[in-house]
């Protein structure tokens, strides 16, 4: 078992750490308020009156949806600059302006346009995880290997065929890697989405707590998200493990 | 007859950031139907680059190229080229990137299955059909785009150090399929490919091919071009004649004159 005892010196640390803070917040006597300790965290997440599941589950979908929404639009735009050097010029000043928009601070407009609901979540996160998704997909279309596009040549192969057969199964690891970095925005936009206006999920259970000092039931709600999140995040190493076996991507 | 390729003062001159490199100058040669023609000469003197002008995968700076009597200005058809690296696609099975230049050119890949079967039993990856490029050696692979080359049956294989990664007794076993596959049993207008093929081992030129070119350090020019009146079908005793020996110095010897 040495993946097992790779993970070992972590899981020691992180039982360590849970073990110093209880006693820490016990011996300094720091109110709960404050700082809950772990045991307080623990009770909280027990607790019947606070409906995790559903919560859990409104952001999950959110997320899910974000990640897929960014998916699929990135990857499109990605090829439409990789398709058509015209497309590529009408777009890409276009897509860099949006980036530098502080997504975040778009986020009461979508309400605004959209009301409540997670609609507006979900573009939220979409939007902040597209933009890397549209570049690796462009820069994985266009960095192929000279002598594989001489192999479309040879064929006088159609240009659908060649981005069919080569250029897009060669971006692949480009878009996987950025599709990691996309599961991850995905989950800030949706707590985003809730902290601006929502009555579910689990950013609406932290900003529900500030009102009430709740401060173990909003430690609860940020466990809640890490587990959430590292679904999210596993199911899509995964998928692209099963989908893509040979695009290795480091981390 | 005419020649099958011609080259009328052929020369290539690439543009790079550090200035022009001239590769090739004022290169004259005719292939006829059904030849095998072997090139030698040193690294960088611009064989690859040679092979690609014919294929019509690089325009010449210079000259005239042409292939069954057309001016070579864009891809040819029906032609098997073998690059020099394997270039087989990673994300595809062996059997599969067998069978891409069927999918790239738009005919059933299911229809040449059998095919793509048979070629890699012939080099020895039977039992390697199913495998992903990365878990072959370096020669595996280069058999694997052999068989890739192969598959439409082209009339005209251009071939570029198919084998320079095998080991001796493979490279030779290879040299006897190929052949085979260029069909030196056979006889008559049209009955052989006509092969363009890319060396650096002198004696697997004399082996093989009916003429041997030998080039110049760069910028390429012919230095000589050698006739290899072996009798045919060669065998591995071909190999072991004196006139074998003999036409293997001379090639050595046009390769060392400067
Ligand atoms: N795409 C390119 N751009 C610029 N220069 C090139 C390019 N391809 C080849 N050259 C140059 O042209 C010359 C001939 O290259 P080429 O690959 O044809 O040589 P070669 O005879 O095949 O060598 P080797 O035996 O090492 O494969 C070299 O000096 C090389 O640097
Ligand atoms: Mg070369």
Redesign the pocket.
């Known amino acids: 078992m040495p993946r097992l005892a790779g993970t070992l010196p972590s899981v020691a640390l992180f039982a360590l750490l849970l073990v110093a803070w209880q006693a820490a917040v016990g011996v300094l006597g720091i109110r709960e308020y404050l700082l809950p300790s772990p045991l307080a965290v623990a009770r909280a997440l027990g607790a019947s009156d606070i409906p995790w599941l559903s919560h859990a589950w409104t952001t999950t979908v959110e997320i899910v949806g974000a990640f897929l929404l960014a998916g699929a639009v990135g990857v499109a735009l990605g090829i439409a600059i990789a398709w058509s050097a015209l497309l590529s010029r009408a777009l890409v000043p276009f897509l860099v302006f949006v980036n530098t928009l502080p997504k975040v601070a778009v986020a009461p407009l979508f309400l605004l346009w959209l009301g409540y609901g997670i609609v507006p979540n979900m573009l939220i996160g979409a939007l902040i995880g597209f933009f890397p998704v549209v570049i690796n997909t462009a820069v994985g279309l266009s960095q192929v290997d ?1 002598e594989m596009l001489d192999l479309g040549r040879v064929f006088n192969a159609p240009k659908w065929k060649v981005f069919a057969k080569i250029r897009i199964p060669n971006a692949f690891p480009y878009i996987l890697s950025a599709l990691k970095v996309t599961a991850t925005a995905a989950v800030v936009g949706a707590i985003v989405g809730e902290f601006v206006a929502s009555q579910k999920g689990l950013g609406y259970v932290i900003i529900a707590t500030q009102g009430s000092m709740n401060t173990p039931v909003a430690f609860a709600a940020l466990v809640w998200i890490s587990v959430v999140g590292l679904a999210v995040y596993g199911a899509v190493v995964l998928a692209a493990r099963w989908i893509a076996p040979w695009a290795e991507t480091s981390n | 007859m005419g020649d099958f390729i011609t080259l009328a003062g052929v020369g ?1 001159t ?3 950031a550090s200035g022009p ?1 001239e ?2 100058r004022d290169i004259t040669l005719g292939v006829r139907r059904g030849e095998l023609v072997a090139l030698v ?10 092979l ?1 002008i014919v294929a019509g995968l690089r325009r010449a700076t210079l000259g005239v190229v042409t292939v069954d009597g057309r001016p070579v200005s864009r891809p040819i058809p029906e032609v098997g080229m073998v690059f ?1 690296a394997p270039v087989l696609l990673k994300w595809r099975r062996v059997l599969d990137n067998v069978l891409l230049p069927a999918e790239l050119a738009g005919r059933d890949p299911s229809a040449h299955r059998g095919r793509a079967h048979a070629l890699l039993e012939l080099v020895g990856l039977g039992e390697f059909a199913a495998k992903y490029p990365t878990e072959l050696s370096g020669g595996m692979q280069q058999r694997a785009s052999l068989c890739r080359a192969l598959l439409l049956d082209p009339p005209l294989l251009l071939m ?2 198919p084998f320079g990664a095998l080991d001796a007794m493979t490279r030779d076993e290879m040299n006897l399929e190929l052949l085979r596959v260029w069909g030196e049993a056979r006889t008559g207008n049209g009955a052989r490919k006509t092969i363009l093929f ?1 060396t ?1 081992s002198i004696s697997e030129a004399v082996f093989l091919a009916d003429r041997v070119v030998v ?1 110049t350090p ?1 910028p ?1 020019r012919i230095a000589k071009v050698l006739d290899v009146p072996l009798p045919r079908p060669r065998t591995v005793e071909t190999r072991a004649t004196a006139d074998f020996g003999a036409l293997s110095l001379k090639i050595y010897e046009a390769l060392i004159a400067r």
Do not use: F, I, N, W
Not at chain 2, 41 to 50: R, Y
């Open positions: 000279e | 290539m690439y543009a790079t490199v590769a090739l000469g040193p690294s960088g003197c611009g064989k690859s680059t040679l690609r020099q570029d150090e890319v650096h080039m760069r390429g």
